[in-house]
């Protein structure tokens, strides 16, 4: 039996939010040979339970860069923001013009007006619907375990100062992430999907060396060179690429299929 960690966006969905039947169908197989697929995601779970394709069939879900951990219906981890932690991003998320969402294991929150200004915060707002809160009503009562901040289009000529005043600021109490100066994800330090994989790891009595993870973005760095094998995705980012130790084609070109083929999974 082996355990497969899979991320979730760009690795078991596309980008347009939805798994090929390729995947599917590898998915099916990989439990029926006993194999036990595990979702190992920057998704926090109210997100992830958004999609209908990932409802069923992992026993393991590890949410929230390592932040909340789940393993047959038991839940092992839950690891919120501290109130201080979140005003110190909330502030200077604010004074760097960029709106952000708290994503928290039950509920989002953000100031929607801000957020729609952008595609993906459409997206998200959309998505979410009454599980998307307003940030600024319920700023005694936030339960989160991670933030994303958006970048501006009409700051792309700032972009990179804006990045680098906020990791500066909040780097000592959190991993900020680039995703493509797209936006910033921003998790608390000592958390990674990585540390998740040790800790299920270990509660299930197996050397991560032993098992397998795949993954195409820079939150995937860790868990990639963490197991014995590492799988980067075709439209991995560089930083993934380098982590792996096998690069698979695109999604939506069989890659979970032949990745698995490949390891002789299937």
């Known amino acids: 039996m082996a355990a497969i960690f899979f991320d979730i966006d760009g690795t078991l969905l596309n980008w347009k939010k939805e798994m090929p039947e390729s995947t599917a169908r590898t998915l099916q197989v990989l439990c029926r040979y006993g194999h036990e697929p595990i979702i190992c995601t920057g998704r926090t779970k109210v997100f992830a339970e958004m999609e209908p394709s990932l409802r069923d069939g992992f026993d393991g879900r590890l949410y929230g860069c390592g932040t909340n951990l789940f393993y047959r219906g038991e839940e092992l981890l839950q690891r919120e923001i501290s109130h201080d932690d979140l005003k110190l991003c ?7 013009d960029m709106p952000f969402i708290l994503e928290g294991r039950d ?5 929607s007006s801000e957020l729609a200004e952008e595609a993906y915060g459409r997206y998200i707002i959309d998505s979410l619907g009454s599980r998307m809160l307003d940030a600024d009503a319920h700023i005694r009562d936030l339960h989160v375990n991670k933030l994303i901040a958006v970048l501006l289009k009409r700051h792309k000529d700032t972009a990179m100062q804006d990045i680098d005043y906020v990791t500066q600021r909040l ?7 680039n995703h493509n100066n797209r936006a910033l994800e921003i998790v608390p330090r000592g958390f990674t999907k990585a540390t998740a994989i040790e800790m299920l790891c270990s509660r299930i009595g197996l050397d991560p060396k032993d098992a397998y993870a795949v993954g195409d973005g ?7 060179r963490l197991v014995g094998h590492g799988i980067a995705m075709g439209e991995a980012s560089p930083a993934a ?3 792996a ?22």
């Open 90 to 96: 909330i502030d200077t998320l604010t004074e760097a």
């Open 107 to 111: 509920y989002f929150y953000a100031r």
């Open 171 to 177: 780097s000592s109490r959190f991993q900020v992430m």
């Open 218 to 224: 820079n939150n995937d760095v860790e868990m990639l």
């Open 241 to 243: 690429k380098e982590a």
């Open 245 to 266: 130790s096998y690069v698979t084609s695109g999604v939506n070109e069989h890659g979970i299929y032949l990745a698995m083929r490949h390891f002789e999974l299937i």
